[in-house]
């Protein structure tokens, strides 16, 4: 079974509750952010948390 299809699912199932998703832009990066209704400048801190892999760590 190809391991990213649970994640692209699941990623699906946000879509159709109308919500959006970050992900970590690093190799090997867990971290997903999902919102929806938020303000854009929320989304900008958002965005720069999933981009900073330092601020929210490496996987353990």
Avoid: W, Y
Avoid at 17 to 32: H, K, W, Y
Wanted: aromatic letters at 2%; a positive charge; glycine letters at 4%.
């Amino acid at each position: 079974m190809n391991d990213r299809l649970p994640h692209q699912i699941s990623d699906a199932a946000a879509r159709l509750a109308e919500m959006q998703t970050l992900r970590g832009p690093a190799p090997g990066c867990t971290v997903r952010i999902r919102f929806r209704a938020v303000a854009p400048d929320e989304v900008a801190q958002l965005t720069a948390v999933a981009a900073d892999h330092a601020r929210h760590g490496a996987k353990r």
